[in-house]
């Protein structure tokens, strides 16, 4: 059923939404440059990988020894307007048709995070990731790590279709409001480097 709902939502939001994603497709060349679409290696259910697809929003300005420089200087104020608004993500309307997302799950992350989690949050590997879901709705990237896997394994042991909708809802209310976008001191969110265990 929740694969269903997903075809029935997003072929539809895809067509209804083309001519946004086309205006913005020539707004990220036009001010950004190509590639239009970021393209990205991110783990899927049971962490099989998958590419991820953006609409890109940074440069590729680089320092005198070849480096990218840091992500706050390379985001533009149109590339955190893109973020704001959520434009960023339309591209993966496109991965939900393939199966390789759904529309509400864990966001998938890096693949370079899959050795770094617990037992208690790999268990967000156990369902498709999303482009929206429970701990997004909850701080999105204003919240630590430990407390979005948290939400993210909350959700795999409670997830139900009313849920699902609920937090669909949700999601638009926090893009209107432009909630959570990113976290203090960083563009996004800072990187994970593995739980803090204490004692």
Same mark, same amino acid.
Do not use: C
């Given at each position: 059923?929740?694969?269903?709902?997903?075809?029935?939502?997003?072929?539809?939001?895809?067509?209804?939404?083309?001519?946004?994603?086309? @205006?913005?497709?020539?707004?990220?060349?036009?001010?950004?440059?190509?590639?239009?679409?970021?393209?990205?290696?991110?783990?899927?259910?049971?962490?099989?990988?998958?590419?991820?697809?953006?609409?890109?929003?940074?440069?590729?300005?680089?320092?005198?020894?070849?480096?990218?420089?840091?992500?706050?200087?390379?985001?533009?104020?149109?590339?955190?307007?893109?973020?704001?608004?959520?434009?960023?993500?339309?591209?993966?309307?496109?991965?939900?048709?393939?199966?390789?997302?759904?529309?509400?799950?864990?966001?998938?992350?890096?693949?370079?995070?899959?050795?770094?989690?617990?037992?208690?949050?790999?268990?967000?590997?156990?369902?498709?990731?999303?482009?929206?879901?429970?701990?997004?709705?909850?701080?999105?990237?204003?919240?630590?790590?430990?407390?979005?896997?948290?939400?993210?394994?909350?959700? @795999?042991?409670?997830?139900?279709?009313?849920?699902?909708?609920?937090?669909?809802?949700?999601?638009?209310?926090? @893009?209107?409001?432009?909630?959570?976008?990113?976290?203090?001191?960083? @563009?996004?969110?800072?990187?994970?480097?593995?739980?803090?265990?204490?004692?």
């Amino acid at each position: 059923m929740k694969r269903l709902f997903d075809l029935v939502v997003s072929i539809p939001a895809l067509l209804l939404l083309s001519p946004v994603i086309l @205006v913005t497709a020539v707004l990220v060349r036009t001010k950004l440059g190509s590639p239009v679409l970021f393209k990205q290696q991110r783990p899927g259910l049971h962490g099989k990988p998958f590419y991820l697809y953006k609409f890109r929003s940074m440069t590729d300005a680089r320092d005198r020894e070849g480096a990218l420089l840091p992500d706050h200087v390379r985001l533009t104020p149109f590339g955190k307007l893109l973020r704001k608004l959520s434009l960023d993500e339309l591209p993966q309307l496109i991965n939900v048709i393939r199966g390789d997302i759904s529309l509400v799950g864990p966001r998938p992350l890096l693949m370079e995070y899959l050795p770094l989690y617990s037992e208690e949050q790999a268990k967000r590997h156990n369902v498709r990731p999303g482009i929206t879901g429970w701990a997004q709705i909850n701080g999105r990237n204003a919240i630590s790590w430990e407390e979005k896997f948290k939400l993210d394994v909350w959700y @795999v042991e409670n997830r139900s279709f009313l849920l699902d909708l609920k937090i669909l809802f949700l999601t638009f209310a926090k @893009v209107l409001k432009s909630e959570g976008v990113s976290q203090t001191n960083h @563009v996004t969110m800072e990187k994970f480097t593995g739980t803090k265990l204490s004692g």
